[in-house]
């Protein structure tokens, strides 16, 4: 497969970019309805590109490492250069990135329809695309962290869409900062990594930007540049996919039109962290520290972010906080060493929560609002959304037979294998995941219950015809849910079998995985375990058993049941007093009053005064050397020479041998 | 002379008769459009004929007229270095034809003597870079300068006169330092063969005596002073605002472009010909030049209210990094000698060809802006992007190249030099350097603040109409901005070739 074939992928999308914002947007604004056309024509040649892909890396190998030129050479063995890098983990990332967006793209035209911004909203999604593909196939790192930006640009422009709403340009900008804050530490490590370029031999022959050089380079370092470079990795991370601390930008970025949450929030971008992990998984797990802290965040971000989501209102942030949840399940698993179920849960999850929200989108066509307060009883109107948004529901929960039974099963599998024979450290990881998987299914039930069962309790019907204006969405909406409630149920089981299933190798997407030429030493699927199986099913059905008892006797959840427990509640409900910890402590107390003041002092009669003296400066020695800059041609001629004159004395005076 | 030396000579030799040419046309006919496109059209030729010189250096065929006995032998080099940078200048030359067409409308009451001199002059800098004989090189000096003051003196106004002849005594100053330089140069090789000075030093200098070293540490002096003047480095700078003020835009931009490029190529020739072997502290010279250009440069360039003049100070703030790498040349030694290196010159010479389409997007827009608003003060830009929307994005394009900000090639300029400084140990004079890029900043994006700055009031506001042959110019300039930025490495390597060529080392 030509190189050039490989960034069609790429091009595709962006050309739907250019053409959108370039050509339909100016030009053409009364023909707004072609732009999801041209951005959905863009991905179908991206799927062609990518399934093809795939299928090649699966039987031949793939086409590896393409580069397309070299940028700029820093010395021998730090190049930055523009290339591809095609291995079983990007090839699999790829395709579902091309599906989940180009159904995305198909509902968005059912879900923005009408709205002002209509071609805008399809030229960022085509250039969110088009760079998170661009992220996903990228050889260098740097290449790499300039998409990695790209997405996160795209995802501050689809936050705040809707630009005339505060909340939304608040949650863009928080979403960008706290994901900056991250980004730099990554821009450290790789700052870290050309710095050890210039340590290495020339016979190394590695470019340490490279991404499959990078694998193999923890040897040349010591320990310590090694935690510090993965360190940073780590940071940039668990910046872009909303772990401890970092997390709290995710649910505000709700905010952005639901088929961005469903795209951007939740299957794609906030899984980019961990397809960085993994994609440098050998370098990574080289630092006992790092993967200990991995494993850390993972296991108590999944606990600390499913508690969050036990008593929100609003739909999306449910859903919110259950992607951080399980995003850190794949952290969790990466720590554990089991990238390959990271990748898997990855899937399953870029698929059943992507139904999610697209259902709570529906949801929102239909009743005009996120608060699950003014739903109810909805499965009576919308039976479709119903179905979809149960099935994926019990997917989320990790019922089997649906895909996030197999997925969750595997990491738990992991963390089973790595507790059997582990210290403390190692149990309290998997009680934690074993409590998450116990509140996962107690949201979540909560949810549908709160939505979809009871009596409708809004108030908003429309056109005042009583609960029947309330109506199911459209067909172009409802069919790409469809096709992604068809991924959501089958996706686990035909990729990952526990056995052999005909023609379907068993466990081998995760051996595909693991096949990649980075990871010398790959992992094995541990073998599927009944009774963690049971174990971690018998979890999801207390959590559901429980939130079923209590949605069933409080009448319609109008009250909460975790609100009896005061402390516990107002603790959660206020999201552990984070926000006000970063936004009224630090952000306020530290830093704008006690280290601002400081700053300000400094500020106004340090460098403001700095500022004006160098201003006078600048400006009276621009005078001063003005008036030099007379006119007068004798005087630039005697300048001349008086130059000449110290410079002569300067080299007399130098070099070595006479005065120097 | 045979045909052999007749088309290693080839390019410069079609500039001069291109010149004869324009002269004759301009007698012949009324039509300014025909002198235009005659002109342009016959410099393509030496920019074929380069062309394929290049390509018959790549393939072996070693075009060096010491190879030919001859007029020419050993005085006269046809190699990478030469050949790339006779078309950068013949580029630069074409694209100042392509802006001059308007600017020529008024004021101008003579044309076909414009392209003529302007011509020779860029032939004179064709010589000075391929030259590697004292005497040729000094002809070549006085041929670029000679025409540039007459160029500077054809519209006959007081400012453009006085203009001109500070120009002319400043150059007949440097050009007469220089040439005592080259005195006690001959005078102490007994040569005036450049390559073979090296030589003779070497075999007069292998005890380094303090004789011998003071002759070539003043030679060194005056020739650096002399060449300073061409470079429009502080503290030979003075004339450069003055000049560039008075001068017409089309003119300044090509003294700005092919003038620094062809007097960078006579430093570099002499350094890495004759420097290196002299065991004289020359890089702590440049380096010091280097740092006083870049700071008086940014400092002065800030609190000009002339588009003209400002640019006439970041002229001499460019100088600045330019000899950075200059002074990076020099690798310093374990016993504290130095030896040279390759990168230092290669990341100049790719400076060059970057500034040089940046600064040649700029002039271009300023000689549309001047002619058609009469004036060259920066609060003429004010709106430009309603009046003008191509030539606003595309100027404000080139000022973030000059900043030196990616995806430009300034920026890869940047990078290439300031790296080549650190390898070698110039910490301090790369500091001052990124320091004076924020510097430098401040007036750069000053300029594109006042051309997007658009109140209700001029919304009604006639729109300026460039001519098609200067936008055309300007976007041609914006793609080599793009290109280099983007796509670097084949032409550094090219670089890097020629320079290692030069100078024998690898």
């Not at chain 1, 699966?58 to 940028?71: C, D, I, K, M, V």
């Not at chain 1, 007068?632 to 300048?639: A, M």
């Not at chain 2, 030469?82 to 950068?88: F, G, H, K």
Request: charged letters at 10%; glycine letters at 8%; hydrophobic letters at 55%.
């Amino acid at each position: 497969m030509s190189s050039l074939t490989i960034w069609l992928v790429f091009l595709a999308p962006l050309t739907s970019f250019v053409i959108i914002s370039l050509i339909v947007r100016p030009f053409f604004s009364k023909h707004q309805w072609i732009s999801p056309y041209l951005l959905i024509a863009g991905l179908s040649v991206s799927l062609v590109v990518s399934v093809m892909l795939f299928l090649d890396t699966l039987y031949t190998g793939g086409p590896g490492y393409n580069s397309a030129y070299q940028w700029i050479k820093i010395n021998d063995a730090a190049i930055i250069d523009l290339g591809t890098y095609i291995d079983p983990v990007s090839s699999t990332i790829l395709l579902v990135v091309v599906v989940v967006s180009l159904l995305v793209q198909i509902y968005s035209m059912g879900y923005m329809h009408g709205d002002i911004g209509y071609s805008r909203y399809f030229a960022t999604m085509a250039l969110f695309t088009s760079s998170m593909i661009g992220l996903v196939i990228s050889s260098n790192i740097v290449q790499l962290y300039a998409f990695w930006e790209l997405v996160g640009l795209s995802s501050y422009l689809l936050i705040g869409f809707w630009t005339e709403r505060p909340a939304a340009a608040a949650a863009a900008k928080k979403a960008f900062i706290i994901t900056r804050i991250g980004d730099v530490g990554f821009l450290i490590g790789i700052l870290f990594l050309i710095n050890h370029s210039f340590a290495l031999p020339l016979s190394a022959n590695v470019n340490v930007l490279h991404i499959p050089d990078i694998c193999s380079l923890a040897g040349t370092m010591s320990a310590m540049i090694v935690t510090i470079i993965t360190l940073g990795i780590l940071s940039g991370a668990m910046g872009k996919s909303a772990q401890f601390p970092f997390h709290t930008w995710l649910p505000d970025a709700m905010e952005g039109p639901t088929p961005v949450s469903a795209l951007v929030h939740s299957a794609t971008m906030v899984a980019a962290g961990v397809f960085l992990l993994v994609r440098l998984f050998p370098f990574i797990s080289a630092s006992d520290t790092t993967m200990l802290i991995i494993a850390g965040v993972g296991a108590f971000t999944a606990v600390f972010a499913a508690t969050m989501g036990l008593v929100v209102n609003d739909i999306k942030r449910v859903l919110a906080y259950s992607s951080i949840s399980q995003l850190a399940y794949m952290f969790a698993a990466i720590g554990l060493g089991a990238f390959g179920p990271a990748i898997f849960h990855l899937i399953t999850h870029a698929f059943f929560k992507a139904l999610l929200f697209l259902c709570s989108g529906s949801v929102n066509h239909a009743t005009h609002t996120f608060d699950m307060r003014e739903m109810g009883g909805l499965r009576k109107y919308m039976p479709w959304t119903y179905g979809l948004m149960l099935v994926s529901s019990l997917s989320l929960i990790g019922l089997p037979p649906l895909s996030g039974f197999w997925s969750k099963d595997e990491i738990m599998l992991s963390a089973w294998e790595k507790m059997l024979h582990g210290s403390v450290f190692e149990i309290t990881i998997f009680a934690l995941l074993a409590i998450g998987v116990v509140l996962t299914a107690f949201y979540t039930w909560r949810m549908i219950s709160l939505t979809f069962h009871g009596e409708y309790r809004g108030n908003d019907v429309g056109d005042g015809h009583g609960d029947h204006s309330i109506h199911e969405s459209p067909r172009v909406m409802i069919a790409p849910m469809a096709l992604l409630g068809v991924a959501t149920v089958l996706a686990g089981f035909l990729t990952n079998p526990p056995v052999n299933v005909g023609p379907i190798h068993k466990h081998w997407l995760n051996d595909f995985i693991s096949s990649s030429i980075v990871f010398h030493h790959g992992h094995h699927a541990a073998e599927f375990s009944v009774l963690v199986a049971i174990l971690s099913t018998v979890l999801g059905l207390i959590g559901l058993g429980i939130a079923v008892y209590y949605y069933k006797l409080s009448q319609n959840g109008k009250k909460e049941p975790l609100e009896s427990m005061k402390g516990f509640y107002g603790l959660i409900y206020n999201k552990y007093y984070l926000d006000d910890l970063y936004e009224n402590i630090i952000v306020r107390n530290i830093l704008q009053k006690r280290i601002v003041n400081i700053i300000a002092f400094v500020d106004k009669y340090v460098v403001d005064g700095l500022g004006l003296f160098l201003g006078f400066a600048v400006k009276n020695v621009g005078h001063v050397l003005g008036l030099f800059q007379n006119g007068n041609v004798q005087f630039y001629t005697f300048v001349i020479s008086l130059g000449g004159v110290i410079g002569l004395i300067i080299l007399l005076m130098y070099t070595p041998g006479l005065g120097g | 002379m045979n045909i052999h030396d007749l088309f290693l000579i080839s390019p410069g030799l079609s500039v001069i008769i291109i010149g004869l040419v324009a002269l004759i046309l301009d007698l012949a006919t009324k039509n300014k459009n025909v002198l235009v496109w005659t002109t342009l059209g016959l410099l393509l030729v030496p920019l074929g004929l380069g062309a394929l010189q290049l390509q018959m250096i790549s393939t072996g065929y070693i075009l060096d007229i010491s190879s030919s006995s001859g007029l020419l032998e050993g005085k006269y080099n046809v190699d990478v270095f030469s050949v790339s940078l006779q078309m950068l200048i013949v580029f630069a030359a074409a694209i100042t034809v392509m802006i001059s067409g308007n600017y020529l409308t008024d004021g101008y009451k003579t044309k076909g003597e414009y392209y003529t001199l302007m011509l020779f002059s860029a032939a004179g800098m064709m010589t000075l870079v391929s030259a590697s004989e004292l005497i040729l090189l000094y002809v070549g000096l006085e041929l670029t300068g000679l025409p540039i003051a007459l160029l500077l003196a054809l519209t006959l106004t007081k400012s453009a006169t006085s203009g001109a002849l500070k120009f002319l005594v400043v150059s007949a100053l440097s050009s007469a330092v220089m040439l005592y330089g080259m005195a006690f140069l001959f005078g102490f090789t007994g040569t005036t063969i450049i390559p073979e000075m090296s030589r003779s030093i070497m075999s007069e200098g292998s005890v380094v005596t303090l004789y011998s070293n003071t002759i070539l540490l003043v030679a060194v002096s005056l020739i650096i002073i002399g060449i300073g003047f061409k470079l429009s480095a502080v503290p030979f700078h003075m004339w450069v605002p003055d000049v560039y003020e008075s001068g017409s835009a089309p003119i300044v931009g090509f003294l700005s472009v092919a003038s620094k490029a062809a007097a960078f190529a006579l430093l570099l020739r002499i350094i890495y010909q004759v420097f290196g072997d002299i065991y004289v502290n020359w890089p702590l010279l440049i380096s010091i030049i280097a740092a006083a250009s870049m700071i008086v440069g940014n400092i002065m360039a800030m609190v000009q209210t002339n588009i003209k003049r400002m640019l006439g100070f970041s002229t001499i703030a460019h100088a600045g990094y330019l000899l950075i790498g200059v002074a990076a040349i020099a690798i310093v030694q374990n016993d504290s000698s130095f030896r040279l290196g390759v990168d230092g010159g290669a990341s100049v010479l790719f400076y060059l060809a970057t500034y040089a389409f940046a600064n040649l997007t700029i002039f271009a827009g300023i000689s549309v802006v001047g002619s058609r608003v009469g004036g060259d003060n920066i609060s003429d830009y004010k709106a430009l992007i309603r009046k003008s929307p191509q030539m606003a994005i595309m100027m404000s394009f080139a000022l973030i190249a000059l900043i030196g900000i990616p995806p430009t090639g300034i920026f890869v300029s940047k990078f290439y030099i300031f790296s080549a400084a650190m390898e070698n140990e110039l910490t301090w004079l790369v500091i001052v350097g990124v320091i004076n890029s924020v510097i430098s900043a401040y007036y750069y994006v000053r300029l594109i603040k006042v051309m997007f700055e658009t109140d209700n009031t001029d919304s009604d506001d006639n729109k300026m109409d460039a001519p098609g042959l200067t936008l055309a110019a300007m976007y041609i300039t914006t793609a080599g901005t793009i290109w280099l930025g983007v796509s670097p490495s084949w032409y550094i390597a090219i670089l890097e070739q020629g320079i290692s060529l030069l100078s024998g080392v690898n």
